[in-house]
């Protein structure tokens, strides 16, 4: 089992940055791909960027060149950093884990990113 920590979410007006951080424990591996998702009111639960055991990333459009995701393995714990934010970027923000053996999904519990004036 993966248990993930999630922390760095709040409020920051437009153009503003954060860094996200999320601590993961118990059988997590270096293989494990890492990433981040979001779901603002209404809609569905949506990429916003992942990072694989090798350092390889990928990221949803319209964070690109905005956000950036990072790793550090010795911590288990995966970041984004997001600047330029924007109105749009409020969501709540889940971290996610995916055995690489078992492709199964762990989730962390949701930090709230609002931007807003």
């Known amino acids: 089992q993966v248990q993930l920590v999630e922390s760095g979410g709040g409020l920051v007006q437009p153009g503003g940055s954060l860094r996200l951080s999320c601590a993961a424990s118990?059988?997590?591996?270096?293989?494990?791909?890492m990433g981040w998702y979001r779901q603002a009111p209404g809609k569905q639960r949506e990429l916003v960027a992942t990072?694989?055991?090798?350092?390889?990333?990928n990221a949803a459009n319209s964070v690109k060149g905005r956000f950036t995701i990072s790793r550090d393995n010795a911590k288990n714990t995966v970041y984004l950093q997001m600047n330029s934010l924007e109105p749009g970027d409020t969501a709540v923000y889940y971290c996610?884990?995916?055995?690489?053996?078992?492709?199964?999904?762990?989730w962390g519990q949701g930090t709230q990113v609002t931007v807003s004036s």
């Open positions: 996610n884990v995916r055995k690489w053996l078992a492709r199964t999904d762990f």
């Open positions: 118990g059988t997590i591996s270096n293989r494990d791909d």
């Open positions: 990072i694989t055991g090798g350092g390889a990333t």
